[in-house]
Protein backbone atom coordinates (compact mmCIF):
# COMPACT_ATOMS: atom_id res chain seq x y z
CA UNK A 1 0.00 0.00 0.00
CA UNK A 2 2.80 2.09 0.73
CA UNK A 3 6.22 1.85 -0.72
CA UNK A 4 9.17 4.09 0.39
CA UNK A 5 12.22 2.88 -2.47
CA UNK A 6 15.35 5.28 -1.19
CA UNK A 7 14.27 7.90 0.11
CA UNK A 8 16.37 10.45 1.79
CA UNK A 9 15.64 13.79 3.57
CA UNK A 10 18.20 16.73 4.01
CA UNK A 11 17.60 19.76 5.40
CA UNK A 12 19.53 22.37 4.29
CA UNK A 13 20.36 24.73 7.05
CA UNK A 14 22.74 27.92 7.58
CA UNK A 15 24.37 26.07 10.34
CA UNK A 16 25.07 23.27 7.65
CA UNK A 17 23.02 19.88 5.87
CA UNK A 18 20.88 17.94 8.22
CA UNK A 19 20.20 14.42 6.87
CA UNK A 20 17.21 13.79 9.18
CA UNK A 21 16.52 10.73 6.62
CA UNK A 22 19.09 8.25 5.72
CA UNK A 23 18.45 6.69 2.25
CA UNK A 24 15.74 4.49 3.02
CA UNK A 25 13.16 1.58 1.47
CA UNK A 26 10.06 0.24 3.64
CA UNK A 27 7.47 -1.17 2.30
CA UNK A 28 3.60 -1.41 4.68
CA UNK A 29 0.91 -3.45 3.32
CA UNK A 30 -2.67 -3.03 2.75
CA UNK A 31 -4.87 -3.06 5.96
CA UNK A 32 -1.91 -3.72 8.36
CA UNK A 33 -1.06 -0.90 11.40
CA UNK A 34 2.75 -0.50 11.16
CA UNK A 35 4.46 1.52 14.16
CA UNK A 36 7.85 3.39 13.70
CA UNK A 37 9.36 4.09 16.78
CA UNK A 38 12.22 6.13 17.97
CA UNK A 39 13.87 8.33 20.26
CA UNK A 40 12.97 12.50 19.76
CA UNK A 41 15.06 13.56 16.61
CA UNK A 42 15.23 10.20 15.21
CA UNK A 43 13.93 11.36 11.93
CA UNK A 44 10.22 9.82 12.83
CA UNK A 45 8.12 12.97 11.93
CA UNK A 46 10.27 13.45 8.55
CA UNK A 47 9.51 10.31 7.51
CA UNK A 48 5.56 10.14 8.00
CA UNK A 49 5.84 13.25 6.13
CA UNK A 50 7.41 12.06 3.28
CA UNK A 51 4.59 9.62 2.85
CA UNK A 52 2.23 12.60 1.89
CA UNK A 53 4.75 14.74 0.64
CA UNK A 54 4.54 17.40 3.50
CA UNK A 55 7.81 16.50 3.12
CA UNK A 56 9.39 16.59 -0.38
CA UNK A 57 12.22 13.69 -0.24
CA UNK A 58 15.71 14.91 -1.13
CA UNK A 59 15.75 11.60 -3.25
CA UNK A 60 13.77 8.32 -3.78
CA UNK A 61 10.62 7.80 -4.82
CA UNK A 62 6.99 7.22 -2.53
CA UNK A 63 4.28 5.38 -3.83
CA UNK A 64 1.29 5.16 -2.01
CA UNK A 65 -1.85 2.75 -3.59
CA UNK A 66 0.21 2.12 -6.59
CA UNK A 67 0.74 5.59 -7.24
CA UNK A 68 4.28 7.52 -7.44
CA UNK A 69 3.38 10.51 -5.29
CA UNK A 70 7.25 11.82 -6.08
CA UNK A 71 6.38 11.82 -9.64
CA UNK A 72 3.12 13.79 -9.29
CA UNK A 73 2.24 17.80 -10.33
CA UNK A 74 0.79 20.06 -7.38
CA UNK A 75 -2.63 19.54 -8.71
CA UNK A 76 -2.24 15.29 -9.10
CA UNK A 77 -0.81 15.80 -5.64
CA UNK A 78 -3.46 17.08 -4.16
CA UNK A 79 -6.00 14.99 -5.58
CA UNK A 80 -3.70 11.71 -4.39
CA UNK A 81 -3.00 13.27 -0.45
CA UNK A 82 -7.37 12.22 -0.14
CA UNK A 83 -6.11 9.20 0.09
CA UNK A 84 -4.15 9.66 2.96
CA UNK A 85 -5.34 10.99 6.53
CA UNK A 86 -3.05 12.63 9.32
CA UNK A 87 -3.84 13.11 12.60
CA UNK A 88 -1.19 14.97 14.87
CA UNK A 89 0.07 15.16 18.80
CA UNK A 90 -1.81 18.40 18.91
CA UNK A 91 -4.83 17.54 16.99
CA UNK A 92 -4.18 20.72 14.86
CA UNK A 93 -8.14 22.12 15.07
CA UNK A 94 -9.59 24.85 14.07
CA UNK A 95 -10.21 26.97 17.08
CA UNK A 96 -13.32 28.70 15.71
CA UNK A 97 -14.75 25.95 14.12
CA UNK A 98 -17.37 24.07 15.91
CA UNK A 99 -16.35 19.98 16.42
CA UNK A 100 -18.95 19.65 13.29
CA UNK A 101 -16.94 22.19 11.18
CA UNK A 102 -13.66 21.01 11.70
CA UNK A 103 -14.63 17.85 10.32
CA UNK A 104 -16.45 18.94 8.01
CA UNK A 105 -13.46 21.50 7.01
CA UNK A 106 -11.92 18.84 4.26
CA UNK A 107 -15.18 18.33 2.25
CA UNK A 108 -16.16 22.24 1.89
CA UNK A 109 -12.22 22.15 0.10
CA UNK A 110 -13.30 19.42 -2.32
CA UNK A 111 -16.15 21.50 -2.56
CA UNK A 112 -18.95 19.25 -1.67
CA UNK A 113 -22.43 20.66 -0.73
CA UNK A 114 -24.00 21.14 1.89
CA UNK A 115 -26.39 18.12 2.11
CA UNK A 116 -23.66 15.95 1.16
CA UNK A 117 -21.31 17.38 3.87
CA UNK A 118 -23.90 16.49 6.41
CA UNK A 119 -24.41 12.90 4.74
CA UNK A 120 -20.66 12.21 5.75
CA UNK A 121 -20.02 13.98 9.00
CA UNK A 122 -22.56 12.90 10.73
CA UNK A 123 -21.33 9.14 10.90
CA UNK A 124 -18.08 9.87 11.56
CA UNK A 125 -19.55 11.65 14.63
CA UNK A 126 -21.03 8.21 15.27
CA UNK A 127 -17.79 6.70 14.52
CA UNK A 128 -15.68 8.63 16.97
CA UNK A 129 -18.75 9.03 19.56
CA UNK A 130 -19.07 12.16 19.53
CA UNK A 131 -22.68 12.83 18.44
CA UNK A 132 -23.72 15.33 21.47
CA UNK A 133 -20.64 17.35 20.94
CA UNK A 134 -21.37 18.31 17.36
CA UNK A 135 -21.91 22.03 18.15
CA UNK A 136 -18.81 22.18 20.63
CA UNK A 137 -15.68 23.95 20.19
CA UNK A 138 -12.28 22.70 20.38
CA UNK A 139 -11.17 24.63 23.58
CA UNK A 140 -14.76 23.10 25.47
CA UNK A 141 -13.20 19.16 24.68
CA UNK A 142 -10.92 17.55 26.70
CA UNK A 143 -7.55 15.94 24.97
CA UNK A 144 -8.82 12.39 24.49
CA UNK A 145 -12.25 14.05 22.39
CA UNK A 146 -9.69 16.21 20.70
CA UNK A 147 -8.01 13.65 19.22
CA UNK A 148 -11.59 11.83 18.43
CA UNK A 149 -12.53 15.01 16.18
CA UNK A 150 -9.01 14.74 14.47
CA UNK A 151 -9.36 11.43 13.56
CA UNK A 152 -12.90 11.86 12.32
CA UNK A 153 -11.77 14.95 10.63
CA UNK A 154 -8.78 12.73 8.82
CA UNK A 155 -11.46 10.28 7.78
CA UNK A 156 -13.89 12.46 6.07
CA UNK A 157 -12.31 12.08 2.66
CA UNK A 158 -12.64 7.90 2.88
CA UNK A 159 -8.62 7.72 3.12
CA UNK A 160 -7.19 4.56 2.04
CA UNK A 161 -4.27 5.46 4.74
CA UNK A 162 -4.06 7.01 7.76
CA UNK A 163 -0.70 8.65 9.29
CA UNK A 164 -0.62 8.96 12.96
CA UNK A 165 2.41 11.42 14.38
CA UNK A 166 2.33 11.16 18.18
CA UNK A 167 -1.52 10.98 17.86
CA UNK A 168 -1.90 9.78 21.25
CA UNK A 169 1.47 11.21 23.44
CA UNK A 170 -0.10 14.04 24.38
CA UNK A 171 -2.79 11.83 26.54
CA UNK A 172 -2.99 9.91 29.95
CA UNK A 173 -2.17 6.31 29.94
CA UNK A 174 -6.49 5.82 29.99
CA UNK A 175 -7.50 8.23 27.01
CA UNK A 176 -4.21 6.60 24.92
CA UNK A 177 -5.71 3.23 25.31
CA UNK A 178 -9.21 4.66 24.15
CA UNK A 179 -7.86 6.29 21.55
CA UNK A 180 -5.99 3.23 20.49
CA UNK A 181 -9.10 1.06 20.18
CA UNK A 182 -10.90 3.10 18.54
CA UNK A 183 -7.85 3.15 15.71
CA UNK A 184 -8.02 -0.67 15.77
CA UNK A 185 -11.55 -0.66 15.17
CA UNK A 186 -11.22 1.60 12.18
CA UNK A 187 -8.32 -0.66 11.04
CA UNK A 188 -10.54 -3.70 11.20
CA UNK A 189 -13.87 -1.81 9.99
CA UNK A 190 -12.56 0.17 7.18
CA UNK A 191 -10.19 -1.86 6.95
CA UNK A 192 -7.81 1.08 6.30
CA UNK A 193 -4.01 0.97 6.42
CA UNK A 194 -2.62 2.61 9.97
CA UNK A 195 0.80 4.33 10.32
CA UNK A 196 2.27 5.15 13.78
CA UNK A 197 4.59 7.33 14.31
CA UNK A 198 5.70 7.16 18.53
CA UNK A 199 8.29 6.75 20.52
CA UNK A 200 6.11 4.42 23.03
CA UNK A 201 6.47 1.14 22.83
CA UNK A 202 3.41 0.51 24.62
CA UNK A 203 1.54 1.80 21.70
CA UNK A 204 3.57 -0.47 19.67
CA UNK A 205 2.67 -3.41 21.54
CA UNK A 206 -0.98 -2.26 22.32
CA UNK A 207 -2.11 -2.60 18.22
CA UNK A 208 1.24 -2.67 15.83
CA UNK A 209 0.74 -5.88 13.42
CA UNK A 210 4.74 -4.58 12.24
CA UNK A 211 7.35 -2.48 13.33
CA UNK A 212 10.38 -0.31 12.61
CA UNK A 213 12.65 0.99 14.62
CA UNK A 214 14.17 4.20 13.66
CA UNK A 215 17.35 5.96 14.61
CA UNK A 216 19.53 8.87 13.61
CA UNK A 217 17.53 8.34 10.24
CA UNK A 218 18.21 4.84 9.51
CA UNK A 219 15.97 2.11 10.00
CA UNK A 220 17.96 -0.02 12.18
CA UNK A 221 15.82 -3.13 12.95
CA UNK A 222 12.26 -4.02 11.09
CA UNK A 223 9.79 -7.04 11.95
CA UNK A 224 6.62 -8.70 13.09
CA UNK A 225 5.48 -6.85 16.07
CA UNK A 226 5.75 -9.79 18.20
CA UNK A 227 9.02 -11.18 17.11
CA UNK A 228 10.64 -7.82 17.50
CA UNK A 229 9.29 -7.49 21.23
CA UNK A 230 10.56 -11.05 22.06
CA UNK A 231 13.67 -10.76 20.68
CA UNK A 232 14.94 -7.05 20.08
CA UNK A 233 18.38 -7.52 17.98
CA UNK A 234 19.84 -3.72 18.64
CA UNK A 235 20.59 -2.08 21.80
CA UNK A 236 18.23 0.71 20.97
CA UNK A 237 15.44 -1.87 20.55
CA UNK A 238 15.72 -3.49 23.75
CA UNK A 239 15.74 0.05 26.06
CA UNK A 240 12.59 0.31 24.30
CA UNK A 241 11.22 -3.22 25.13
CA UNK A 242 12.59 -2.75 28.58
CA UNK A 243 10.43 0.30 29.44
CA UNK A 244 7.68 -2.03 29.31
CA UNK A 245 8.83 -4.92 30.75
CA UNK A 246 7.07 -5.74 33.60
CA UNK A 247 9.62 -8.71 34.53
CA UNK A 248 12.57 -6.79 35.81
CA UNK A 249 14.46 -8.72 38.51
CA UNK A 250 13.71 -9.20 42.14
CA UNK A 251 15.12 -6.96 44.38
CA UNK A 252 16.21 -10.48 46.18
CA UNK A 253 17.91 -11.68 42.90
CA UNK A 254 19.28 -8.33 41.91
CA UNK A 255 21.20 -7.83 45.02
CA UNK A 256 22.52 -11.42 44.96
CA UNK A 257 25.85 -12.55 42.59
CA UNK A 258 25.05 -14.07 39.33
CA UNK A 259 27.81 -16.21 38.05
CA UNK A 260 27.71 -17.96 34.57
CA UNK A 261 29.42 -20.59 35.56
CA UNK A 262 28.08 -23.54 38.08
CA UNK A 263 30.13 -23.55 41.45
CA UNK A 264 29.50 -26.10 44.05
CA UNK A 265 25.80 -25.79 45.78
CA UNK A 266 24.65 -23.23 43.09
CA UNK A 267 20.89 -23.00 41.89
CA UNK A 268 20.39 -22.08 38.43
CA UNK A 269 18.22 -18.91 37.61
CA UNK A 270 15.89 -19.02 34.51
CA UNK A 271 13.44 -16.69 32.87
CA UNK A 272 10.78 -18.65 30.52
CA UNK A 273 8.60 -16.72 27.80
CA UNK A 274 5.84 -18.00 26.53
CA UNK A 275 2.55 -17.50 24.74
CA UNK A 276 -0.94 -18.86 25.94
CA UNK A 277 -1.36 -22.02 24.52
CA UNK A 278 2.05 -23.57 25.19
CA UNK A 279 1.87 -22.43 28.23
CA UNK A 280 -0.89 -24.63 29.00
CA UNK A 281 1.60 -27.08 29.18
CA UNK A 282 2.79 -28.42 32.35
CA UNK A 283 6.35 -27.71 31.37
CA UNK A 284 7.55 -26.87 34.37
CA UNK A 285 6.28 -29.64 37.01
CA UNK A 286 7.28 -32.01 34.25
CA UNK A 287 10.85 -30.63 34.40
CA UNK A 288 10.66 -31.09 38.46
CA UNK A 289 9.37 -35.01 38.04
CA UNK A 290 12.04 -35.62 34.93
CA UNK A 291 15.16 -35.03 36.65
CA UNK A 292 14.26 -34.59 40.38
CA UNK A 293 14.83 -31.56 40.81
CA UNK A 294 13.27 -28.21 42.55
CA UNK A 295 11.59 -25.15 41.30
CA UNK A 296 11.38 -22.01 43.11
CA UNK A 297 8.87 -19.56 41.29
CA UNK A 298 10.40 -16.14 41.95
CA UNK A 299 7.56 -13.55 39.70
CA UNK A 300 5.16 -14.41 37.35
CA UNK A 301 3.27 -12.24 34.78
CA UNK A 302 0.86 -12.14 31.48
CA UNK A 303 1.01 -9.35 29.09
CA UNK A 304 -0.74 -8.60 26.00
CA UNK A 305 0.86 -8.19 22.82
CA UNK A 306 -1.56 -6.77 20.39
CA UNK A 307 -4.38 -9.90 20.63
CA UNK A 308 -1.85 -12.14 22.21
CA UNK A 309 -1.26 -13.45 25.54
CA UNK A 310 2.65 -13.33 26.48
CA UNK A 311 3.61 -15.04 30.09
CA UNK A 312 6.66 -14.63 31.68
CA UNK A 313 7.97 -16.87 34.62
CA UNK A 314 11.32 -16.36 36.37
CA UNK A 315 12.40 -19.22 38.46
CA UNK A 316 15.27 -20.71 40.38
CA UNK A 317 15.89 -24.52 40.45
CA UNK A 318 17.44 -26.78 42.75
CA UNK A 319 19.46 -29.61 42.07
CA UNK A 320 22.82 -31.52 41.77
CA UNK A 321 24.78 -29.77 38.71
CA UNK A 322 24.09 -32.66 36.61
CA UNK A 323 20.32 -31.96 37.05
CA UNK A 324 20.66 -28.53 36.88
CA UNK A 325 21.90 -29.17 32.98
CA UNK A 326 19.39 -31.54 32.00
CA UNK A 327 16.76 -29.35 33.16
CA UNK A 328 17.85 -26.63 31.14
CA UNK A 329 18.11 -28.65 27.92
CA UNK A 330 14.52 -29.54 28.72
CA UNK A 331 13.60 -26.66 28.81
CA UNK A 332 15.31 -25.81 25.61
CA UNK A 333 13.46 -27.89 24.03
CA UNK A 334 10.29 -26.47 25.00
CA UNK A 335 8.12 -24.11 22.61
CA UNK A 336 9.08 -21.23 24.92
CA UNK A 337 12.09 -18.41 25.14
CA UNK A 338 14.34 -19.49 27.63
CA UNK A 339 17.22 -16.84 28.69
CA UNK A 340 19.67 -17.63 31.33
CA UNK A 341 19.92 -15.48 34.24
CA UNK A 342 23.15 -17.29 35.68
CA UNK A 343 24.14 -19.45 38.74
CA UNK A 344 22.91 -18.34 42.06
CA UNK A 345 23.33 -19.61 45.32
N1 LIG B 1 12.32 21.85 8.89
C1 LIG B 1 13.48 21.44 9.40
N2 LIG B 1 14.62 22.12 9.17
C2 LIG B 1 15.79 21.70 9.67
N3 LIG B 1 15.96 20.61 10.41
C3 LIG B 1 14.88 19.87 10.67
C4 LIG B 1 13.58 20.24 10.20
N4 LIG B 1 12.69 19.32 10.63
C5 LIG B 1 13.39 18.43 11.34
N5 LIG B 1 14.71 18.74 11.37
C6 LIG B 1 15.78 17.96 12.02
O1 LIG B 1 15.74 16.65 11.51
C7 LIG B 1 15.98 15.69 12.53
C8 LIG B 1 14.82 14.73 12.62
O2 LIG B 1 13.68 15.45 13.05
P1 LIG B 1 12.24 14.80 13.20
O3 LIG B 1 11.30 15.90 13.52
O4 LIG B 1 11.94 13.98 12.00
O5 LIG B 1 12.46 13.86 14.46
P2 LIG B 1 11.38 13.05 15.32
O6 LIG B 1 11.86 11.66 15.39
O7 LIG B 1 10.02 13.29 14.79
O8 LIG B 1 11.53 13.73 16.75
P3 LIG B 1 10.42 14.01 17.88
O9 LIG B 1 10.15 12.70 18.57
O10 LIG B 1 11.09 14.98 18.81
O11 LIG B 1 9.20 14.57 17.22
C9 LIG B 1 16.23 16.49 13.78
O12 LIG B 1 17.61 16.63 13.95
C10 LIG B 1 15.58 17.82 13.50
O13 LIG B 1 16.20 18.85 14.22
MG1 LIG C 1 8.30 14.21 15.54
Given at each position: MIELVNVEKTYHTSSGDIHALKRTSLTINQGEIFGIIGLSGAGKSTLIRCINMLEVPTAGQVFVDGEELTAMTETQLRKARQNIGMIFQHFNLLASRTVFDNIAFPLEIQGLGKDEIKKRVEPLLELVQLQDRADHYPSQLSGGQKQRVGIARALASNPKVLLCDEATSALDPQTTKSILNLLRDINQRLNLTIVMITHQMEVVKEICDRVAVIENGSIIEEGNMVDVFTNPQNQTTKEFVKSVD????PESLKSTPVSREYFEGANLAVRLSFFSGNADKPIVSGMIKRFGVDANIISGNTDQLKDRIYGNLLIVIEGPQKALEDSLDYLNSQNLQVEVIGYVK
Amino acid sequence: MIELVNVEKTYHTSSGDIHALKRTSLTINQGEIFGIIGLSGAGKSTLIRCINMLEVPTAGQVFVDGEELTAMTETQLRKARQNIGMIFQHFNLLASRTVFDNIAFPLEIQGLGKDEIKKRVEPLLELVQLQDRADHYPSQLSGGQKQRVGIARALASNPKVLLCDEATSALDPQTTKSILNLLRDINQRLNLTIVMITHQMEVVKEICDRVAVIENGSIIEEGNMVDVFTNPQNQTTKEFVKSVDKNTLPESLKSTPVSREYFEGANLAVRLSFFSGNADKPIVSGMIKRFGVDANIISGNTDQLKDRIYGNLLIVIEGPQKALEDSLDYLNSQNLQVEVIGYVK
